[in-house]
């Protein structure tokens, strides 16, 4: 197939460009087949470390490491054609330095081909924004509740309730954007705060739990899927997969148990 004939995949100055237009529709996805259903609806889809909790049974997204963010951002990669792709830096793998971050961040983007890399932005982080943008990398940032920091916090809490909180976030939006990112989420704050940051940055922002003053949206999916019993309040199950999987399985195991096999008409049988 020629460069031509390749289907061209939305770009990260494409979403930057939707500022204020038509509202950004991300999920994140963590496997190939997932990947492949998302990437006719969604602009952009992000292999997000929430995989550690959604995936790999972990409580935090603190034990994710980088070659469990390859492995994943891999499959998406092969599964999603049309959506930008967007893998998250996990923890202890870009705060040290701009060095480790870009040395983290380019390694992602080799060996998965994603187009963007998306890091949690304290006050820190604008440094390593700009060291990364200059170096060709897209860099999504990540203010508000940030689940890395989730031990500094104290939790997974909303944030924003005191107005130093209010206008750190801000701030760290305000410094992400004019490092040069080409958008940033804002998760788990007020829907005061999420408009405060839309008006404030030039850039999309791409709310969770952040309410639809943000000119974009994303989710985790199997969360938005109903895989799970408990989610956070502010996700909306589109469907009851957990509910599906229970009901397929235990249909399996009764006909299994019973030798009820009615794939048995479809086995193989060898004329010799
Ligand atoms: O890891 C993730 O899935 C995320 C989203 C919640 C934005 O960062």
Known sequence: M?????????????????KGGDPIVCLTA???PTAAILD????LILVGDSVGMVVHGL???????????ILHGQAVMRGAHRALVVVDLPFGSYEDSVETAFKNASRVMMETGCQAIKIESGSYAAETVRYLVERG????????????????????RARGRTQAVED???????????AGSFAVVVEGTSVEIAEKVTKAVDIPTIGIGASSGCDGQILVTPDMLGLFDRVPKFVKKYGQ??????????EYAADVKSRNFPFDENTYTFKK
């Open 40 to 43: 006719e609806h969604c602009d």
């Open 59 to 69: 409580t935090t997204t603190v034990g994710v490491t980088l070659d469990m963010m």
């Open 168 to 178: 750190e976030i801000i701030a760290n939006a305000i410094a992400a954007a004019q």
């Open 30 to 32: 963590y496997d190939a």
């Open 137 to 156: 990398i897209p860099v999504m940032s990540h203010v508000g509740l940030r689940p890395q920091s989730m031990n500094v916090l104290g939790g997974f």
């Open 2 to 18: 020629s460069a031509q004939n390749q289907i061209r995949r939305i770009t990260a100055p494409q979403i930057t460009d939707r």
């Open 241 to 250: 997969m957990g509910d599906l999987i229970e009901k397929a399985v235990s």
